[in-house]
């Protein structure tokens, strides 16, 4: 009895108890740092020539619209700046060989550049403004509702909500545990969300006779619908469902952004701009799907930092 108890005592002092730790226990089910440094380098490889001829086409539309190119907005400048980060981002990978953590920084640099250059600029004077869109009564700033939609829609709304919130619950409950079945359901739950998501734009469609990309709301709603679908993607593609625990916060903080930010969620009539209907379709359609891979590729970065905080003493790590 007293050598098992020696023994155990011996166990639990070698270094491979340090496995059994929280912090070990979650690294363990979070890929490895060289496949999310690759993985990051490969999605920010397919966004970034979408984010340029999101840039591209948007200075064409300018030229149709305003009869310039490029007028130095809020909105252009940001768009810019999040350009020049992710080009930075490739040429160190492809000339200074770029890995790890520099890479990884870059990366959510890039995110935070894409959101100021969407939400950010709101809260500046420019073209590309939805701030006008903010309703005030009685001098006092409103926030959520949902005023300027029926019912229907806005019962859609809030169910696609509960179900992203339980679904991110559910990914992070798999991520800790490793239960299949949080797993199972989380992905269910996840794609019922898109659907919900996507019939909320089918209505919306169908009310205004147009595609729904005019409005601030508008472009919210596609813009998380364009995170989640690179998501569900990613999570088919990679098998991997801790992914969703990085994933679906962002969802959800874009999800609440569209609903306080615009308590408004009717849409005004188009200005003269956006009634150039190619371009407006091709270049928010564009710039949807450009977010949202970059959205994933700032998801895989964070899994990195994570994964290498908690990592055991000795794991490989991406080289620097």
Known sequence: MSSNRAQAATNAESPGAERTSPGSFLADRLPGLETLDRLTCRIISFGFPLLTLTIITGSTWAQAAWGRWWGWDPKETASLVAWLVYAAYLHGRVRRGWQG??????????????????????????????????????????????RGVPGSEAALTKAFMIAYLLAALGYLGFTVSRNATAGRIATSLAWAGFLLLTGILASRTYRLGRLPLTSGYDFALC???????????????????????????????????????????????????????????????VAVVAYGALALSCATAVMYFVKRRLAAPGEPRASV
């Open 101 to 146: 953590g520099p890479a990884a920084a870059f990366a959510v640099l890039g995110f935070l550049a894409i959101l100021f250059c969407y939400a950010g600029v709101n809260l500046l004077p420019g073209l590309h403004s939805y701030g006008g869109q903010l309703v005030r009564e009685d001098g006092h700033l409103l926030l959520g509702g949902f």
């Open 223 to 285: 813009f998380v619908w364009g995170v989640a679908a690179a998501y569900l993607v990613a999570e088919k593609v990679l098998r991997s469902r801790a992914l969703g625990a990085f994933v679906l916060p962002v969802i959800l903080v874009l999800s609440m952004y569209a609903y306080l930010f615009f308590p408004s969620k009717d849409s005004a009539p188009l200005m003269p701009a956006l009634q150039n209907r190619f371009w407006l379709h091709v270049h928010v359609s």
